[in-house]
């Protein structure tokens, strides 16, 4: 399925649950960005004759920045940060997001498509029922209304989502189990549903250790992901543009590789 319509996640659901489908593949950049990609695969299948083999399993395909290049960027503009091994940047973020800071996560190559899956993410704690308010008004600037995603390590999808299948492009909704629903308040629907990411240690090995960092602290496998702009914003893409809406909105630590940029 491709097309702007296949990125409502409720219909996509009942589409792979009532369907008369043995698979379902949803392409994740649905909307007419997506075109640029059916547009590539019909000259690469079609026109030069190639065999169709690609299974796009992640959507990791835009540009990225090297640890030098963000330092440079940092040191040019005069901005203090602190650089830490992968194992202390996991467990300083953990314990940022357990304590309620909201963290913007700038890894690796950005994402393609509408949907900000670990690289180019805004994170924050699930646990605490006021963060959809916090993270609507001080960070997204949008209506309170509008609800949050979580991302969810893959091995503990079945036990927080009614029927859990693989979703690891934020592309269907699913029942969250009652007993969890405390767990995960901010990133659960009104009806009681949420669009989660299933977060595999094979396609982002570090988000995944990042989400198992922060399971360690609360024992919740789950944290808030939204993309990493402001309503209006395309999503941030390079070091600058990450400094900037870090620094125009309530977002209280930036991580950018294994550099770490506090408000204070």
């Not at 702007?4 to 392409?27: S, T, Y």
């Not at 198992?212 to 944290?223: C, D, L, N, Y």
Request: net charge positive.
């Amino acid at each position: 399925m491709a097309g702007g319509v296949a990125l409502n996640c409720v219909a996509n659901d009942r589409i792979v649950r009532e369907g008369p489908f043995k698979k379902v593949f949803i392409q994740p950049a649905a909307t007419d960005a997506g075109g640029s990609l059916g547009a590539a695969f019909y000259t690469y299948n079609k026109i030069y004759g190639n065999r169709r083999k690609y299974i796009m399993k992640d959507v990791y395909l835009g540009p990225s920045f090297s640890e030098s290049e963000i330092k440079n960027f940092l040191e040019n503009n005069n901005i203090v940060y602190q650089k830490l091994s992968t194992k202390k940047l996991l467990e300083e973020v953990a314990n940022l997001i357990s304590n309620n800071k909201i963290v913007g996560w700038f890894q690796g190559r950005m994402e393609f498509g509408p949907r900000a899956l670990g690289n180019r993410s805004i994170l924050a704690n699930p646990k605490n029922p006021r963060m959809k308010d916090i993270l609507n008004k001080k960070v997204k600037h949008r209506e309170p209304f509008r609800p949050f995603a979580p991302s969810i390590l893959t091995e503990d999808a079945k036990s927080y989502l009614v029927g859990a299948i693989d979703s690891p492009f934020m592309i269907l909704a699913f029942k969250v189990k009652k007993d969890k629903i405390k767990d995960i308040i901010s990133a659960t629907h009104v009806d009681g549903t949420c669009r989660p990411q299933t977060v595999s240690r094979k396609r982002n090995k570090l988000y995944h250790d990042l989400i198992k960092e922060f399971k360690k602290i609360t024992g919740v496998p789950v944290v808030i992901n939204t993309s990493f702009n402001v309503r209006g914003e395309p999503i941030v893409c390079t070091p600058e543009d990450a400094y900037n809406c870090f620094k125009n909105t309530g977002i209280d630590y930036l991580i950018m590789g294994d550099c770490v940029i506090s408000k204070r």
